[in-house]
């Protein structure tokens, strides 16, 4: 079955930091992969999926992911974190008709 | 205008009360799914419905059960609450799962509290 496993279920950077957050997944077919942000209370939006086109995917609000077969990981960046990224995270891999979830990693922006 | 849209937001209810959540799309999708997002953060699919038809229903109680009378909507009723159903509920749609899975659209979700 295809899952995902988000290493770190909290992660703090201070601002104008990297951003690294870490997915890798198990997959018995060539996986499509998600990043997904939930901000408090609010519902889950797609910030950046991976379809076998190319490696390395930029997202929405400066994020990008690259897929490495041989780590079976494909991990999230940013260049420099703002405080409005602080939000929950969700990396998803297609699993038959839906998508299989990480448990989230929580990212905390200091000032 | 809300692409995935759920009534309520909040529901607060005592236990073994009778509930039900609505969900409506109005992006022409043709899937559509109830996740549900425990205190821990966790989603969890429970049910997937595709041009109306079930095609996904994991192991969750028979107190849960899922309508979808036109591919546009999707609803959840639960039978009998139970503290442990207190949770926030997703709707979700994507444009047809028959060509492999795809990006999913959530509403902004139904915080369920069972007292």
């Not at chain 1, 076998?52 to 990981?73: M, W």
């Not at chain 1, 999230?76 to 990693?105: I, Q, R, W």
């Not at chain 2, 229903?57 to 979808?68: C, I, L």
Request: one cysteine or more; proline letters at 4%.
């Amino acid at each position: 079955a295809q899952s995902v496993t988000q290493l770190g279920s909290h992660v703090s950077v201070s601002e104008g930091a990297l951003v690294l957050l870490r997915c890798n997944y198990s997959s018995s077919v060539p996986p499509y992969l998600f990043w997904y942000v939930q901000y408090p209370n609010q519902g889950l939006q797609l910030l950046l999926k991976y379809t076998s086109a190319a490696t390395l995917v930029k997202g929405i609000n400066g994020f990008e992911a690259e897929f490495k077969k041989s780590e079976t990981s494909f991990h999230l960046t940013k260049p420099s974190a703002h405080m409005s990224d602080a939000a929950e995270y969700f990396c998803a891999v297609g699993a038959g008709y839906a998508l299989n979830f990480g448990k989230g990693t929580s990212l905390l922006v200091t000032p | 205008d809300t692409a995935v849209s759920q009534t309520p937001k909040y529901l607060v209810t005592q236990m073994g009360n009778d509930k039900s959540i609505k969900c409506e799309q109005n992006l022409g999708h043709d899937t559509m799914y109830w996740y549900k997002q425990d205190s821990k953060k966790f989603l969890k699919i429970m049910f997937s419905y595709n041009n109306k038809e079930l095609i996904i229903n994991e192991t969750v109680p028979n107190r849960f059960s899922p309508k979808s009378p036109d591919k546009a909507h999707l609803n959840l009723h639960i039978n009998s609450l139970e503290l442990g159903d207190s949770a926030v509920y997703f709707c979700a749609s994507s444009q047809s799962v028959l060509s492999g899975p795809g990006e999913l659209f959530f509403g902004e979700g139904s915080r369920l509290t069972v007292l």
